[in-house]
């Protein structure tokens, strides 16, 4: 449940933002594009078997946003964790840090050179992900929280643009004339 100063601020930003239609992750990775005007990548590499795993991740670095989204998802599951890291992006929350080394990370992950061994390691994965933990920092749940209120807003919003695109233009047209 969002507070109303979270909600508020998640309605300011999906007030501007277009929704495209259809959603999905593609349409949705374009107009987030659009709407954040700097370079946003998208990864769906396979994520280090060896440690816990996150449904989505945003980091940032010289070249821009980089938001990884499990490949494993697909429909719905993979617009949901991608609009949720929007939600940090666009609510202004901290991104995933790399650590001051972005050092390449020895097998088996050579696919990850983006996020350090300490991150890697669990140090900082844990301030990040969407895994149980019984010890969290406030901050962390709020955002988490903010975030995934956002992304439901956000999915919402969609569907309710959705169905009123269904409405058939020939029908509209007989409606109006009679
Ligand atoms: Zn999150």
Redesign the pocket.
């Known amino acids: 449940m969002l507070s109303a100063d979270a909600r508020r601020r998640c309605e300011a930003v999906l007030r501007d933002f277009t929704l495209p239609f259809p959603l999905t992750l593609e349409s949705l990775l374009e107009a987030a594009r659009g709407f954040h005007g700097r370079p946003i990548t998208l990864h769906r590499d396979e994520f280090p078997a060896s440690i816990e795993r996150p449904c989505?991740l945003w980091w940032r670095d010289e070249d821009g946003d980089h938001i990884w989204v499990a490949p494993t998802f697909t429909g719905s599951q993979e617009v949901h964790a991608f609009a949720?890291?929007l939600?940090?992006l666009f609510l202004g929350h901290p991104p995933v840090s790399l650590g001051h080394q972005q050092a390449e990370v020895e097998t088996p992950a050579t696919t990850f050179k983006w996020l350090s061994p300490r991150f890697l390691s669990g140090d900082l994965l844990g301030v990040?992900t969407?895994a149980h933990s019984s010890h969290r920092d406030p901050q962390y749940v709020a955002?988490?929280g903010e975030?995934?209120g956002f992304a439901s807003l956000l999915r919402r919003k969609a569907a309710f643009q959705a169905r009123d695109r269904h409405v058939d233009p020939l029908l509209n047209q007989l409606n109006n004339s009679i």
């Open positions: 989505g949720h890291e939600g940090h990040r969407r955002n988490e975030a995934e």
